[in-house]
């Protein structure tokens, strides 16, 4: 199975554009449905953003606009592009990956704290 190991992570200030990595090992991710998650102190895991095997890509409200998913087949990697942080956007950021077969797999998770 697929394991996830995120980084780019950090305390950035409002107004930065960090980008998260996700790299991928023991299985290619190229036909696996891939997102980004994360979760604020206090509150539950939320959906950020969502990947598919046709490369559509869809985000939550909050977002929208402001972070791009990408991934690279070739070094195995999901992005995610932050743009415009904001301190809201403070969190620990989760990838996941959803085989063919359904298995869901998941990353340790990457801080991301955004100072005003």
């Known amino acids: 199975h697929v394991q996830l190991v995120e980084s780019g992570g950090g305390s950035v200030e409002a107004g930065g554009s960090p980008k998260l990595s996700c790299a991928a090992s023991?299985?290619?991710?190229?036909?696996?449905?891939m997102a980004w998650f994360r979760q604020a102190p206090g509150k539950g895991r939320e959906g950020v953003a969502y990947?598919?095997?046709?490369?559509?890509?869809d985000y939550t409200y909050s977002v929208a606009g402001r972070f791009t998913i990408s991934k690279d087949n070739t070094q195995n990697i999901l992005y995610l592009q932050m743009n415009s942080l904001k301190p809201g956007d403070t969190a620990m950021y989760y990838c996941?990956?959803?085989?063919?077969?359904?298995?869901?797999?998941w990353g340790p998770g990457t801080q991301v704290a955004v100072s005003s």
């Open positions: 023991g299985s290619s991710i190229s036909d696996y449905q």
């Open positions: 996941s990956a959803t085989s063919p077969a359904n298995y869901d797999a």
């Open positions: 990947l598919d095997n046709n490369g559509g890509t």
